[in-house]
């Protein structure tokens, strides 16, 4: 029998939102999550752990106030503008009505993820800057908060078309410059962890890394664990001329919006060891990273 569930996942079905529920179940805890079908090989999958599924979409609010019965916390996270799947300005309203019902509802605490981009100012970005509106709503209502700021997921660079199958990699940063990036097994834990401890991280901000990672790093970590050389080099010019979403996101690299600012050592010292990318590649990261060695050429699959 699973324990009565006390928390409340969106994206269950998804890498923040499975990861989060991974780590609570793991902890012992009961998680009812909200799903759009309960048929999804996802979904029987989450109910087949001890998962409580509700049965809704985060365009009905009446749906997500019947998820929300007796749940005492909340991890929200909403899909984005680069999936395809919703505007900016419906990212924005998913947000507000996750944090809506959560008040209406007498939720005690309410664990927003927005992205490490979010809070620094408009960054041009659509589905940056609705992350910082959400905060703000989020932090304007009557309810304990916590926001959480992930970095870039070291998930991403496993996607199509980075070229790990041609030996050689490319990626937003230059060989020399870092930027921050989490496995989303720690993005699950942290966030998991805040949600079993309100009281310790209520009114929190807290932005989340494992790394700081250069070009290089990546160029002997993915060497050493592919048994071959990969060679590291930053986007192309040309690429980034083409391709003007990735070349948006490569300034906010360069000016330091996407680098990271999590502060890593802190982070260690409050909810424990990080993994390195090596660790990853090894570990969580090791089917990914070995399909993406083998992949056939594609086109690039970040968005
Ligand atoms: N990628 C990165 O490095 C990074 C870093 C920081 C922040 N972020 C942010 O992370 C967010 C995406 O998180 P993720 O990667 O965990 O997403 P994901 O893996 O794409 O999963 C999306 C989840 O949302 C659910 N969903 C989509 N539309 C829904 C709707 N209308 N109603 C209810 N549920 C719905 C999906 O359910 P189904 O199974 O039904 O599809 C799925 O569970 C984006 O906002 C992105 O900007 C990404």
């Keep these: 029998m699973s324990n009565a569930p006390e928390f409340l996942v969106f994206g269950a079905t998804g890498q923040q939102g499975g990861a989060v529920t991974r780590a609570l179940l793991e902890a012992g805890r009961g ?12 979904a029987k999958s989450l109910a087949a752990d001890g998962v409580s599924l509700a049965v809704g979409d985060l365009f009905d609010r009446a749906s997500i106030d019947h998820a929300m019965k007796g749940i005492r916390s909340v991890f929200s996270v909403q899909t984005s503008s680069p999936s395809g799947l919703l505007t900016d300005e419906q990212e924005v309203e998913q947000g507000k009505s996750v944090a809506d019902s959560a008040v209406s509802n007498g939720v005690a605490h309410l664990v927003y993820s927005a992205t ?9 970005m659509g589905h940056f800057d609705s992350k910082s509106r959400i905060e703000d709503y989020v932090r304007s209502l009557p309810i304990t908060t916590t926001i959480t700021r992930p970095a870039s997921f070291m998930e991403m660079m496993m996607l199509p078309g980075m070229g790990l199958n041609t030996g050689v990699f490319n990626y937003f940063m230059r060989p020399d410059q870092s930027m921050q990036m989490i496995a989303l097994h720690d993005l699950g834990r942290i966030n998991a962890r805040i949600l079993c401890q309100p009281d310790l991280h209520a009114g929190r901000v807290i932005e989340l890394s494992g790394q700081d990672i250069t070009g290089k790093d990546l160029q002997e970590a993915f060497s050493r664990a592919a048994g071959r050389p990969i060679h590291y080099q930053r986007f192309s010019e040309e690429l980034l001329s083409e391709n003007n979403f990735l070349k948006r996101l490569t300034a906010l690299v360069d000016n330091g919006v996407v680098a990271g600012i999590a502060d890593i050592a802190a982070l260690e010292r409050e909810f424990g060891p990080m993994l390195r990318v090596e660790q990853w590649l090894s570990g969580p990261g090791k089917t990914l990273f070995e399909n993406a060695l083998s992949a056939e050429p594609s086109g690039i699959g970040l968005r």
């Design 31 to 42: 998680v009812r999550a909200f799903v759009r079908d309960p048929y999804s090989e996802k």
């Design 116 to 124: 490490g981009a979010a809070g620094k100012g408009h960054t041009g």
